[in-house]
């Protein structure tokens, strides 16, 4: 699908029980024609209100994690795996996942970054390896598909442990050195 019709498609989507409850779907922020992509898990309940990824607490700190590395919304694309909101910020369903990891893929086609960044464990999980533990693997690279993949923790696990924020430094500089290495920046 091209852009239009991968809007009108997730509007339109019914296809798990979280259009129920959603205000608005949540599909994406930033630079179409970025060459580095953050995928978080599902919106919550400011993203729902506006439409729009990580505007909330969260993203107000993704925002300032992008600036360490002189990045910002302009120049990432930013989505998440579910494009509605589960109820009371839980962790999506597997089968919620499914339900929408289609348009994940289809997002990611028509982006082609060279760079994804998981934003926390479950992205990780779904982007990267199945088995994959955010706590001992956050900050390595691998290469899937052409893409260079990395996790890092989530900006919600970051508002409410502060402890990972020195380790989630040192992968935000290994992005900008994959960045430089890629010839991006």
Known sequence: M???ELEQT??????????????????EAGNREAVVMFIGEGPGEQEDLQGIPFVGPAGKLLDDMLSIIDMDRSSCYI????????PRNRDPLETEQEACISYLWNQIALVQPKI???LGRIAAKKLIREDFRITREHGMWVEQEGIWR?????PSALLRDVTKRPETFVDLLSLRDKMRQLGIV
């Open 2 to 4: 091209e852009w239009r």
């Open 10 to 27: 997730c509007r339109e989507c019914r296809a798990c029980e979280l259009c129920r409850t959603r205000h608005n779907v949540v599909l």
């Open 150 to 154: 990395m996790a890092i923790y989530h």
């Open 116 to 118: 994804i960044v998981c």
């Open 79 to 86: 989505a998440n795996i579910v494009k509605c909101r589960p």
